[in-house]
């Protein structure tokens, strides 16, 4: 949550995703660790996704949806829709592959055919290439040296992190007097544990919009698309009633 309104941070509603499609993974015997003993492993390409209501406050039960959507030759994509109050705050869908762990290929999608269904309902659209708006003026900067904190299951930097990263570059009355609106995030390279990353936030011809690219070794690892909106919460958490199971005594 955020230290201001008490409510779900966009960076946890990302990992509330990505654990949701894991458990998915894991009923069809294609987990990570089912992957491993196979010399492979699971990536993620790029996630683009809308804040379509308010974040539900901390202790707020939700509840995400997320299925396959979309299947190619190399690649498929998982749409997903997260509610609160049976209402949906957030949509989207994310890019996946299966790498082979000596090779850095990705192998072919008839294993993900053969196990899992496929939904072809889009909930924002048709997936086509995403253009990253042009860059105009840098406004911020910041470098960061990763750290074990950054790094997952697969020895490199978990893409949580660079989303972390990107959103250190604003300023705190910024992020006091706006929230997301939109999110697409495209990972390029992977990084490793010690790598300096430098992260630069550019202003588009978009109100309230950015474009942040991170780049280590003069090699953009990740570019991050932002778009804001004005903060109009007009609930505050001690008029909230808060949905904390009672101590058993």
């Not at 997936?127 to 990763?146: G, N, S, Y």
């Not at 630069?200 to 909106?229: E, F, G, L, R």
Request: charged share 25%; hydrophobic share 35%; proline share 3%.
């Amino acid at each position: 949550m955020d230290t201001d309104a008490y409510r779900l941070r966009p960076i946890a509603a990302i990992k509330y995703i990505q654990d949701a499609f894991a458990r998915y993974t894991t009923t069809k015997k294609m987990a990570a660790f089912d992957l491993m003993p196979k010399n492979l492993y699971w990536i993620t390409t790029e996630h683009n996704m809308q804040f379509i209501d308010s974040l539900p406050f901390w202790s707020e039960p939700i509840t995400v949806e997320i299925w396959i959507s979309e299947v190619s030759k190399l690649k498929f994509y998982t749409d997903y829709k997260i509610y609160y109050d049976n209402k949906p705050f957030l949509q989207g869908s994310s890019c996946w592959l299966i790498l082979d762990m000596t090779t850095k290929r990705p192998i072919k999608t008839d294993i993900i055919t053969q196990k899992f269904e496929v939904c072809d309902d889009f909930v924002l659209g048709e997936h086509t290439k995403f253009v990253i708006p042009k860059k105009l003026e840098k406004v911020r900067e910041l470098v960061h040296t990763t750290n074990l904190s950054d790094i997952d299951f697969n020895n490199h930097v978990n893409n949580k992190s660079y989303i972390n990263i990107a959103e250190m570059t604003e300023t705190e009355e910024f992020r006091k007097t706006k929230v997301l609106e939109k999110l697409y995030v495209k990972f390029n390279k992977e990084s490793f544990l010690g790598d300096k990353l430098n992260c630069y936030a550019y202003k588009t011809c978009t109100d309230n919009q950015y474009v942040h690219n991170i780049i280590c070794n003069d090699v953009s690892v990740c570019d991050i698309v932002t778009q804001w909106k004005n903060q109009t919460y007009n609930t505050k958490i001690i008029d909230y009633d808060l949905k904390v199971k009672k101590e058993l005594i």
